[in-house]
């Protein structure tokens, strides 16, 4: 049939105008996994249940869910990304919410000046925002961190893996008396091989790319500080008066359901979520790499494969972004080139480098990552 004929998948149209959105890093790759387990994922709440703003009274974190809290420590443990004990768990609307709390718990009330918020570029573009957007006399967004020539006021930003690059990464100001968050929402093993656990005073993770359940809203931040840890939950109480509790019990069971596939023996085989995503990601970049090569206009970053813990090989990287930069001197802005494709990317100015570069999501349904590949591919 030709390309011309717009057939419906998902929804989608998939004729040559139709405009592919890989903009935004929406995980809707993840669904036919959850189709496939079907009920077993599913959560009914009784009208009568989880009514109350609190979850328990006793922790530090009184709105967080405790069958959250262990499904999440559970899954860590089993993934082996992060350490877990003696930590404080913080619930949140997001990681992103999380990224504010920190910022607020981190930075001081009495400070004439407000700290520097920095992060090494190419940094994921809502950090800019997310320090700004308040206008804050607490904390402002002070760019890149490699740069950053202030002194030890600062709170540095550490994404690792990178969003958009997919680089693994350490704080750049590593020795100073300077505060650092680790947003480690894309360190589990579909995306990356697992080396060590993770040990840092702040580690973010939401299930938005754990599982691809972003529309829940949930994340979660393991902190080592109590006080810390005390003034996150103060900013969420001022912020939301905690987090959904339905939203918790959702994520719970969907860790859950990881969980379980990996280690409940009687289980039927074919339920490994990271498994799944491992493999559908290698696919999708083995034929990115395969179509960048054919057209030579642009580049990609490499990885080194690396000992994974978890699946107890040799492992590739796989990040959720394509970090795309372009080879061709007659184009100068690649976001714009996208465009005229009729496919929307994530300009590279946006993360603080130039437009030379875009970021381009691996994480949409198969049928829009279908498009852009053979879009791509036809390229001259
Ligand atoms: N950190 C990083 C690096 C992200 O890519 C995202 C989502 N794009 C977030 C935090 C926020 O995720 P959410 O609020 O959906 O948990």
Known sequence: M?????????????????????????????????????DSATVVIPGWQ????????????????????????????IAGNAVTDDRHIIVG???????????????????RQPV??????????????????????????AGDA?????????????????????????????????????????????????????????????VSKATGHAGTRIGWALVKDAEVARKMAKFIEMNTIGVSKDSQVRAAKILKVIADGYELPDLE??????????????NRWQRLRQAIKVSGRFSLPQFPSEFCEFFKEHAETYPGFAWLRCEDQTIEDLEVFF?????????????????????VSMLDRDANFDVFIKRISSLE
């Open 2 to 38: 030709e390309e011309k004929a717009s057939t419906a998948i998902a929804g989608i149209s998939h004729d040559r105008d139709s405009i592919i959105n890989l903009d935004h890093g929406d995980p809707t790759m993840f669904e036919p996994f959850w189709k496939e387990v079907g």
């Open 50 to 77: 989880k009514m109350s703003y609190f979850s328990d009274p006793r922790n530090l974190c009184w709105f967080l869910e405790p069958e959250f809290a262990n499904e999440a420590q559970r899954l860590h443990q």
């Open 93 to 111: 609307v997001g990681s992103t919410q999380l990224i504010h709390a920190a910022l607020f718990a981190l930075a001081s009330t009495e400070a």
């Open 116 to 141: 520097n918020v920095i992060s090494a570029a190419p940094y994921y573009s809502m950090y800019s925002g997310i320090a700004d957007f308040m206008k804050s006399g607490m904390f402002h967004w």
């Open 146 to 206: 490699a740069t950053f020539n202030g002194d030890d006021n600062f709170i540095e930003l550490v994404c690792s893996p990178n969003n958009p690059d997919g680089e693994i990464r350490h704080a750049v100001r590593g020795n100073e008396a300077g505060k650092r968050v680790h947003d480690m929402a894309y360190c589990w093993p579909q995306y990356t091989p697992m080396r060590h656990p993770a040990d840092h005073d702040i580690m973010l993770f939401t």
């Open 269 to 282: 085989a074919g339920i490994k979520f990271f498994h799944f995503g491992r493999w559908l990601l290698a």
């Open 339 to 359: 465009k005229t494709l009729n496919i929307l990317t994530r300009n590279g100015r946006q993360f603080g480098v130039g437009p030379e570069y875009v970021r």
